[in-house]
C-alpha cells in the first residue's frame, strides 16, 4: 500500500517537471529558430583563402568520405590517392581554395553520423549524397558538382533484363542500398507489387543480385556501369531513369558553416573553367550511354 | 498486522500507529522531493544544453513523427508476425534440443553431440552475424527448394540463435526437479519418458516461466536484426526516412513501438517472477 502511494506521489512530482521543463524547451528552440534565418550565403571568393577559413584544423582542408570507398567514386578504397570522381573533385576544390595537395586531409565519416547535430570532424564531406530541401534543414549542401541518374541492373538470363518499360518491372523483386535515393525512384516510378528489399551497403545489393535473392537492383548510373564492368560478369544495365528532379550530388558541411559559401564558389569556379567538365569525363565517361526506360 | 486486537488499543499502540502514519507522509515527501532534484536536475541538464534546441529538431520533431509513423507502424507489424512464428519455433525446437541433450542412453550419442554443438555454435554466434550468413549464404548455395525470401531466412536464423538460448532455460528448469521424482514416477510404473512427460517437464517448465519470458523479450527486440538482408520492417523503414530527410526522430517512433510490447511483457515477468516467490 505504501509503496503504491508513495510511486504515485513521485510520478505525479516527475509529471511536474517533464511539464515545466518541456515549456522551458519550446521557448529556448523558438528563439533560436529566430537566428537561424540569418544564413542568406554569396561566395566572395577573396575571404576564401587558407589563411581566412576557419577549418576544423587551420590550414588544412579536412574532408570526409565513407568507408569502403567505392570505384568510380574513388578507387582502391584509398580517397588520398586523387583517384576516382570524388578523390578528384575533392583535390580541384582544394586547389581552387589554395590548399596544396598535402595541405589536404582524409578522414572517414559513416553516412549515418555524418548528418549528425554536433561539432563535426571534416569541412565538408564528399559521399555521392543527394541535395534534397528536406535534408538542408539539418545540414548545409555546397552548389552541386555532379547530376546523378539511376540506372536497373539484372542478370541477362533474366526476365528482368528483357524489360523495355518502367511497366515492365512492375513484378519485379528489386534490391536497393539504404540512404541513396533508389529506393523514393523506385517507389515514383515503378511502384512495384512487393516492397523493394533495402540494403545495408552496395556490397550486399551486389551479393544478392547475384545470389537472386532479388532480380534487379537500381542504383546510380555510375555504379551501375562499374557493376556491370567490374564486379558481376553476367549482369547489364536495363536501362536508366529519366533525370529525376533533385537528384543532384553535393558536397555536405555542417549546418551553417562559414566554409560552405567557398566551396560552393570553388565548384562554380571549376564548373567555369571547364575543369569540373574534365573530371567527370575522365572517371564517369559512359554515363550516358544506358537507354532511358519510361 | 493481520492479528486482530482482543483488547481497545492502548495509548502506547496509538502513539506507535501515529507515529508510522508520521514517517509514511515524510518517506512521500522525501520520496517525492528527491524524484524532483534528480530527474529535474537531469531534465534540466539536458534541456539547457547549448546544443539542446537542434537535438531536438532533429530527434524529437513531432512533424518528422508523424510523416513517418504509419510507415513504421507497416513495418512493425512485420515485425510482429517473425515474432509470433519465429517464437513457437523456438518453443518447440529448444523443447526437443533440451530432452535430446537430458536423455543419458548410449545409441543417442550422436545427436547428443549434435544438439550439444548446436547449441554451443548458434548460441556463441552473434545474432546480427547468424542473420547475416543465413540471410546471404543460403541463397548463395543455389540449390533448388531451399528458402530465398529474405523474411523466412531472417527467422531462420533468429529461430537458430534463440532455440540455442531457449533449449538451456528448459534444461535448467528439468534439471531442478529434484530426482527424487523421477523415481517416485518410476516406482509406480511409468516408462522413463511418461516419467519425463508427465512429471518432471510439468514442474520443470512451470519454473523456467519467467526466464523463457525473459528470452522472449529479447527475441522480441532481435527481430529489427533482419532488417539487414533487406525487407522493410519497423527499424529499416525508420532508417530509410532517417536516411532521406536527415532526421532521427523516426528511429524514436520505431523505438516507442518496441517498448509499448517489450514494457507489458516485462511487468508480466515480473509478475510471475513475484507469484512464484510467494508460493
Known sequence: ?294 | MTETATTAPGERRLERAAAKRRRTRRNAAIAALSSVVVIGGLAALVLTSPGWPTVRETFFSWAEFKNAFPEVLSGFWLDIKVFMVVEVAVLVIALAIALIRNNRSPGLFPVRLLATVWVDVFRGVPTVLLVYLVGFGIPALELEGLPTDPVVLGGIALTLSYSGYVSEVYRAGINSVHKGQTDAALSVGLTKAQAMRHVILPQGIRRVGPPLLNDFVALQKDVALISIIGPQEAFRVAQIYQGENFNYTPIIAAALLYLLITVPLARLVDRMGGAEGVR
Open chain 1, 1 to 294: 500500500m505504501r509503496r503504491t502511494s508513495l510511486a504515485i506521489l513521485s510520478l505525479c512530482a516527475l509529471a511536474l517537471v517533464l511539464v515545466v521543463a518541456g515549456c522551458g524547451g519550446t521557448k529556448s528552440s523558438s528563439s533560436s529558430g529566430g537566428s537561424t534565418e540569418a544564413g542568406g550565403e554569396t561566395a566572395s571568393a577573396a575571404d576564401c583563402t587558407p589563411a581566412q577559413m576557419e577549418t576544423h584544423t587551420a590550414g588544412t582542408l579536412t574532408v570526409a568520405t565513407d568507408k569502403p570507398a567505392y570505384p568510380p567514386y574513388f578507387e582502391d578504397d584509398e580517397p588520398a590517392n586523387g583517384e576516382g570522381f570524388e578523390s578528384a573533385v575533392a583535390y580541384a576544390i582544394g586547389k581552387q581554395l589554395g590548399y596544396p595537395k598535402a595541405k589536404i586531409e582524409w578522414t572517414v565519416e559513416p553516412f549515418d553520423s555524418s548528418y549528425a547535430p554536433g561539432p563535426k570532424d571534416f569541412d565538408f564531406d564528399v559521399n555521392e549524397i543527394s541535395i534534397t530541401p528536406t535534408r538542408e534543414k539539418a545540414v548545409d549542401f555546397s552548389a552541386p558538382y555532379y547530376a546523378a541518374t539511376q540506372a536497373v541492373v539484372a542478370l541477362e538470363d533474366s526476365e528482368a533484363a528483357k524489360a523495355k518499360s518502367l511497366a515492365d518491372l512492375k513484378d519485379t523483386k528489386i534490391g536497393v542500398q539504404i540512404n541513396t535515393t533508389s529506393l523514393s525512384t523506385v517507389d515514383e516510378e515503378i511502384d512495384p507489387s512487393s516492397k523493394p528489399e533495402v540494403f545495408n551497403s552496395s556490397g550486399d545489393v551486389v551479393t544478392a543480385l547475384k545470389n537472386g535473392q532479388v532480380e534487379a537492383v537500381v542504383v546510380d548510373l555510375p555504379t551501375a556501369l562499374y557493376l556491370t564492368a567490374a564486379q558481376v560478369e553476367n549482369a547489364t544495365i536495363v536501362g536508366q531513369f529519366g533525370k529525376a528532379e533533385g537528384e543532384e550530388w553535393g558536397a555536405l558541411l555542417a549546418k551553417e558553416s562559414p566554409l560552405t559559401a567557398c566551396v560552393s564558389g570553388a565548384i562554380e569556379a571549376l564548373e567555369e573553367s571547364g575543369e569540373l567538365e574534365k573530371i567527370t569525363q575522365r572517371w564517369m565517361s559512359q554515363a550516358a550511354d544506358a537507354p532511358q526506360l519510361h
